[in-house]
Nanobody, 124 residues
Framework: QVQLVESGGGLVQPGGSLRLSCAAS????????MGWFRQAPGKEREFVAA????????SYADSVKGRFTISRDNAKNTVYLQMNSLKPEDTAVYFC?????????????????WGQGTQVTVSS
């Protein structure tokens, strides 16, 4: 019924770039906040970035500020994550998340729907 599908992950060298996409289907998510989280092996899932309902405001983890950019296209029910200057510590499975509350917060509790995840590996 409701499905979020990530794409764009892969293997990239340090300093490289990747663009992740997350397309949703089953309903319209234009009134939902959207975000990205990531989880590395042996670590807890952590917040990466989030964007407000209208796309005018964004929030980023300190570790990715200045390197990552989140954006959304409500007509396409899609959220993007542009990742530049990638570092080995960015290696993780990245998950998109949509939240009905409309609050673009850093806690996973704000989000109701989650993608399956896409692997990003940064290695030389």
């Amino acid at each position: 019924q409701v499905q979020l599908v990530e794409s764009g992950g892969g293997l990239v060298q340090p300093g490289g770039s990747l663009r992740l996409s997350c397309a949703a289907s089953g309903r319209t998510f234009s009134r939902y906040a959207m975000g990205w989280f990531r989880q590395a092996p042996g670590k807890e899932r952590e917040f990466v970035a989030a964007i407000s309902v209208r796309g005018a405001s964004t929030s980023y983890a300190d570790s990715v500020k200045g390197r990552f950019t989140i954006s959304r296209d409500n007509a396409k029910n899609t959220v993007y994550l542009q990742m530049n200057s990638l570092k080995p510590e960015d290696t993780a499975v990245y998950f998109c998340a949509f939240g009905q509350s409309g609050i673009y917060g850093s806690s996973p509790r704000y989000y109701d729907y989650w993608g399956q995840g896409t692997q990003v590996t940064v290695s030389s």
